[in-house]
Nanobody
């Protein structure tokens, strides 16, 4: 089995910063993409940022220039540095990883971490 554990969420004022972390553990042979999604109340879950094992990144237009995704491959950990936060960034943030366990490849999800941007 594979577990993804997120940390780093919380309450921050508009214009502030937070750094999310997500560590994968368990039966991991390799991880291709690692991604961050978010879901605000009443809205669909959306992709925020993605990073491949080679370091190629992709961002939602709404966060470009403010968020940075990175990963530490030996630690099977992905990060999301969020700067210049806005109230509309308030959501539950989920980590997602495409993991090859050696017996097959599938997507895994973390439990989510709440990010609230409010004064």
């Amino acid at each position: 089995q594979v577990q993804l554990v997120e940390s780093g969420g919380g309450l921050v004022q508009p214009g502030g910063s937070l750094r999310l972390s997500c560590a994968a553990s368990g039966s991991i042979a390799s991880i291709s993409s690692m991604n961050w999604y978010r879901q605000a109340p009443g809205k669909q879950r959306e992709l925020v940022a993605a990073i491949t094992s080679g370091g190629s990144t992709n961002y939602a237009d709404s966060v470009k220039g403010r968020f940075t995704i990175s990963r530490d491959n030996p630690k099977n950990t992905v990060y999301l540095q969020m700067n210049s936060l806005k109230p509309e960034d308030t959501a539950v943030y989920y980590c997602n990883a495409r993991v090859d366990t050696g017996w097959g490849t599938r997507n895994y999800w973390g439990q989510g971490t709440q990010v609230t941007v409010s004064s």
